[in-house]
């Protein structure tokens, strides 16, 4: 009798809904004008502690928050922040079958972050000071599909300082507005945020090693004058951003996934008795996650349009 016997196939069960749905960072969602009065919008500041922003253009040149425009119709918003959202202002949202919302939220961990001795080593026959932090990285985008990228900000001061006693300024980062400026590695770089990769599907994990190289050469000699040593005194703040859609701005900005990672170096580089150059002076900043730093960054210059000639 076991041949009339069948098995039936289980019904595969439905996902389960979240109970606390997280609203996706980095999107652009419109907001209902009728529950705004006690949510008061359009300040810039009032606008990132609620976790929003109107638009976050960056350019090499800047990088600008813009508040929420409530004259605009429909009301639109970036969530910048999902964490940040109140109850209230959540209720706002226009959250419909187009306007996503997760269970889990996109997640980066710093896993080790280190920065191997500063060196004088030749470069092209060119005597260069050199020093290169790493960052090794878990990301996961349990949430949604993202990209990670990566933006820097720099306070720079590069001097030299010649036997007769003068000095030219090499870079030098203040500016009128005051602040940190976008660094920039060469000329060849248009975009203030480097990609780490393609796209990550959602649900996929994978560890990141990020590293770079800061360079400065020690020329014999400017402008017929003779070097007798260079001096760097630099803090540069590193940004792991991330992005749904990269190209549609108008629907995605980037976003912080993670804590400013702060690194810096002071150094002072002459020759030896025997001509070698060498490092006489050196103090590190080693690389670890600031909450003093601001959370998102913003510039008005770059670190190659802050280089100069100016002597002293």
């Not at 994990?205 to 990020?210: A, E």
């Amino acid at each position: 009798m076991m041949e009339h016997i069948f098995r039936l196939s289980r019904p595969m069960p439905a996902p389960p809904k979240p109970n606390n749905p997280l609203l996706q960072a980095g999107y652009r969602y419109s907001l209902d004008t009728q529950k705004l009065a006690d949510n008061p919008l359009s300040d810039v500041e009032h606008d990132l502690q609620n976790g929003l922003l109107g638009d976050y253009p960056l350019s090499i040149e800047q990088g600008v928050a813009i508040a929420v425009d409530t004259k605009q119709t429909p009301i639109q918003a970036f969530v910048w922040n999902s964490d940040l959202l109140s109850t209230p202002l959540k209720s706002c949202l226009d959250l419909d079958s187009t306007h996503p919302q997760y269970p889990n939220q996109n997640r980066l961990t710093l896993i080790d972050a280190g920065m191997a001795a500063p060196t004088v080593s030749l470069a092209d026959d060119m005597p260069t000071l050199s020093i290169s932090p790493h960052f090794e990285l878990a990301w996961d985008t349990a949430g949604f599909c993202s990209q990670l990228g990566i933006l820097q900000l720099l306070e720079s001061t590069r001097t030299a300082h010649f036997a007769d006693g003068k000095t030219m300024t090499l870079l030098d980062t203040e500016t009128e507005e005051g602040g940190p400026v976008l660094y920039l590695s060469g000329k060849e770089r248009s975009a203030p945020v480097i990609p780490l990769g393609g796209f990550q599907q959602q649900g996929q994990q994978q560890k990141l090693l990020f590293s770079q190289v800061v360079t400065q050469s020690i020329p014999s000699e400017i402008a017929g004058n003779t070097v007798a040593s260079i001096s760097v005194l630099e803090k540069y703040t590193v940004y792991f951003m991330q992005n749904a859609g990269p190209d549609r701005p108008d629907l995605y900005i980037w976003v912080p996934v993670h804590l400013p990672i702060v690194w810096g170096w002071s150094i002072r580089v002459q020759q030896r008795y025997d001509g070698v150059w060498d490092i006489f002076r050196k103090k590190l900043i080693m690389p670890s996650a600031s909450t003093e730093a601001p959370k998102l960054p913003l510039w008005r210059n770059n670190s190659l349009a802050c280089q100069t000639t100016r002597m002293a």
